[in-house]
């Protein structure tokens, strides 16, 4: 084993770790303009910090927690925690996993070549934007919110390789973020004069909670979701708090409804399919239930609710914006296919590839709706493949790996499939909103998915542990299908 420099190894990483939360903490004390009450939010600041160098997940846990309050509007101190939490508190966290990773002090992941392809592809798109960009100092800025720190969230949880009770940490976290953000969902949309202006969301037409995004707000829900049901579903007994968790569930779907999002229905309805194969004596019937008491009660509670979603499935508006911003995008791709027309560019040059499409107009809307198609058209066909080659990579070996996942335990094939449903339903309302431009939240979520697929089928390797034989190439020996080869020879 090589030899560690001193300041990296364990005990002395630990007895650093209050002076790095200092170091953390105090550029954010340059973010205050004046000596007001604001100066009070830095001491939870620096706790926080603590916290997150003892355990480097805990910071992905608070960055769920609080920054869904912080994404649209601030309402108080907002510099300070879009600063903190979003900006040093990841990266931070990061640099710290990597710390310890380098000290040894944690088991060390098995890359897979998809991996490589995500810096290829930072790599080409920070030198498109020195190279090309009109303004790269800003345009680095939102490069750097909208993808390099999602990016850092998927090899954080990587390094960490989070194992079953670092996953049931999430669980608190999930029932929170969907209680408050379905509470403030519904009094928007029946008592919105209960909320802050910036909570109000799109009043009497969509729910959005804390987001400015139906499609941020539904992904997000979803994916918590996920946590509590994969829970509830691998305990041997139902008890009191795993029916609970299942309402919740629940209650996060009855959200994906109320979102009004044609986006957000199509990937609910994808996810909720899936769940009919995973979960069918479960989801079958409470399915067929809740349709059967939404009919009964839609003409007498929900009528209005009803109406609105009917009028929302058929306007034609806001369909026909996209197919005008869909073929000027595509336009744009064949004007430039393979490095497009330059990073943040697409509101510049948009216009003028929009023409009418038969009998849709034209419409002063410049966004594509789509995310895909707006890195096609921004940065060109290289760059689009960069973006979706891991999440290949990932789907291919998780077919591989299907039949060697165990069928027990909160780390089962059936929570592999979960996680792809939540990347099933991210790619759904992406392709009627562009995600990357204009909620980073989402994207992050959609990284934070691929991260737990990756540490699910690529397993750490344990220290000390070499590689099987000849026939095991590709895994290490502690991988699962190791193990039931091994346990098949035995």
């Known amino acids: 084993m090589l030899s560690v420099p001193f300041w990296l190894e364990e005990d002395v990483v630990r007895r650093l770790m209050p002076f790095v939360a200092c170091l953390i903490a105090a550029p954010m004390a340059l973010l205050l303009s004046d000596g007001t009450w604001e100066i009070l939010v830095l001491p939870f600041l620096i706790v926080g910090a603590v916290v997150i160098c003892y355990s480097p997940l805990y910071a992905i846990l608070i960055w769920i927690l609080i920054f869904p309050y912080f994404v649209r509007q601030p309402l ?18 990061l640099t710290i996993a990597i710390l310890q990773l380098l000290s040894q002090a944690r088991p060390k992941p098995r890359w897979y070549p998809g991996e490589l392809i995500m810096l290829m592809f930072l790599g080409f798109m920070a030198a498109g934007i020195l190279i ?11 490069f750097f919110d909208r993808l390099v720190v999602p990016f850092a969230i998927y090899f954080l949880i990587r390094i960490l390789a989070p194992a079953e009770r670092d996953l049931r940490k999430f669980l608190p976290v999930a029932v929170v973020t969907i209680v408050i953000q379905a509470g403030i969902g519904l009094i928007s949309w029946f008592v919105p004069s209960l909320l802050p202006t910036v909570w109000t969301g799109e009043e009497g037409e969509r729910v959005v909670g804390s987001f400015a995004n139906a499609a941020t707000y539904t992904s997000t829900l979803i994916f918590l979701a996920v946590f509590l049901l994969n829970y509830a579903m691998s305990r041997n007994k139902r008890s009191l708090l795993e029916t609970g968790y299942l309402l919740m569930v629940g209650l996060a779907f009855l959200c994906v409804f109320l979102s009004f999002s044609r986006g957000s229905w199509l990937g609910g309805l994808l996810v909720l399919l899936g769940l009919c194969v995973l979960y069918p004596r479960l989801v079958i019937p ?18 209005r609710e009803l109406d609105w979603a009917s009028e929302r499935l058929h306007h034609d508006a806001s369909a026909e914006n996209r197919i005008v911003g869909a073929m000027a995008s595509l336009q744009m791709a064949v004007e430039k296919p393979w490095f497009g ?45 960069l973006y979706l080659a891991p999440v290949a990579w990932l789907f291919v070996r998780s077919l591989k790996v299907w039949k060697s996942l165990p069928t027990e335990g909160f780390l089962n094939r059936r929570w592999l ?4 449903l939540c990347v099933l339903d991210h790619f759904a309302v992406s392709s009627f909103m562009d995600m990357i431009r204009f909620n980073l939240f989402g994207t992050n979520i959609f990284w934070m998915a691929l991260g737990l697929i990756a540490c699910l089928v690529y397993p750490t390797r344990k220290p000390g542990v070499k590689e099987s034989a000849a026939d095991c190439k590709e895994w290490s020996s502690d991988c699962f299908e190791c193990a039931n080869s091994e346990a098949g020879s035995a």
Do not use: C
Request: hydrophobic fraction near 50%; glycine fraction near 12%; aromatic fraction near 12%.
């Open 286 to 303: 409470s399915t067929l239930v809740m349709t059967l008491v939404g009919a009964i009660l839609g003409g007498i509670v929900f009528s």
């Open 132 to 142: 090309r960009g009109n303004d790269p100092v800003e345009l680095l800025r939102h």
């Open 417 to 420: 499939a979960l996680l792809w």
């Open 76 to 93: 108080f101190a907002g510099a300070i925690f879009y600063w903190g939490l979003h900006r040093l508190m990841i990266m931070g966290a």
């Open 341 to 385: 027309w330059g990073y943040g560019t697409y509101d510049q040059h948009a216009i003028d590839f929009k023409v009418p499409v038969g009998n849709i107009p034209v419409r002063s809307e410049s966004t594509s709706h789509n995310t895909y198609l707006t890195i096609l058209a921004e940065d060109g066909i290289l760059a689009l493949i």
